[in-house]
């Protein structure tokens, strides 16, 4: 299948989940990747939990009406990428985000998405970074074969305040983890201070792709001030084989001040770049 374009229903917070999607589809981007946070103004992965199909039946009436297809299902279990982690200490906590999986899982494969987006879990100070990382690969070979068994792919995002916040630790996460991908976004490697070259050998573990422009003091910039060539990174992402979706993930929230740049523009800007680039 020819790689497609997908942008982020959270890129426009300010909306309704609906509206989010017919904006999208105004910005003429084919498919749509599912924001799900607790607490966020979309889709609430609490609801999804309580009735897979009911929310599965509200993606789709929206898919359907802007026109779009689902590309990747991108959740949280809690509030922000701290509360209810896939690499939470507490057994219990960790069999109720297993539960609310299953429901998500359910959910994604019901609005007819190519995978699901995980968090790769966060350091907690009582465990230190190697053990955080290493309760993470544990978890993780709990939640790759339930997506499997539903046909979905599954991926994990490494970000910034993360156990993955290195391109080195990325590669060892999803190598210790079979069947795991990469959700693989240079954002947050150049943000954290790793030049693009470092994050190159991560394009053969891209299930997904996130682009957007970013530089050594933002992880998100403007088309101006972002250092990211994404005239040689796009070409590496299909010469590496890859064969999924490139996610248009421009978004509007306080965290690293990701308010700053126009969303709209920035979008159609790089929107207009990769679809030159994968023609």
Do not use: K
Not at 166 to 186: F, K, M, N, Q, R
Not at 190 to 208: F, I, R
Not at 236 to 263: F, H, K, M, N, P
Request: proline fraction near 5%; include cysteine; aromatic fraction near 8%.
């Amino acid at each position: 299948m020819p790689i497609a374009l997908t942008c982020t229903s959270f890129s426009f917070p300010l909306l309704s989940f609906e509206a989010s999607l017919r904006a999208i589809a105004l910005l003429e981007i084919p498919r749509f990747d599912i924001g799900a946070h607790e607490g966020a103004t979309h889709i609430q992965p609490s609801e999804v939990e309580a009735s897979p199909g009911a929310v599965g039946d509200r993606i789709r009436r929206a898919a359907d009406d802007a026109r779009l297809t689902a590309s990747d299902f991108f959740p949280t279990f809690g509030h922000g990428f701290r509360d209810r982690p896939v690499n939470v200490p507490d057994p219990a906590t960790h069999t109720a985000n297993l539960r609310r999986f299953r429901a998500i899982v359910a959910c994604a494969r019901y609005v007819g998405a190519a995978g699901i987006t995980l968090l790769p879990g966060v350091i907690w100070d009582e465990l230190g970074s190697e053990r955080s990382f290493a309760l993470s690969v544990v978890r993780l070979r709990e939640f790759v074969p339930i997506a499997h068994d539903a046909d979905l792919r599954l991926s994990i995002e490494a970000h910034l305040e993360s156990v993955a916040e290195s391109p080195g630790s990325a590669a060892e996460l999803i190598a210790a983890v079979p069947g795991l991908h990469l959700t693989l976004d240079y954002s947050h490697f150049v943000a954290g201070g790793h030049a693009a070259e470092s994050v190159h050998p991560l394009l053969t573990g891209a299930g997904h792709f996130h682009a957007r422009q970013a530089n050594a003091s933002a992880l998100q910039a403007g088309r101006h001030d972002g250092t990211l060539d994404f005239d040689d990174i796009i070409p590496r992402l299909v010469r590496a084989g890859y064969s999924g979706d490139i996610c248009i993930e421009y978004t509007y929230q306080d965290w690293r001040e990701c308010w700053r740049q126009d969303v709209v523009s920035e979008s159609i800007l790089l929107r207009d770049q990769v679809r030159r680039l994968i023609a």
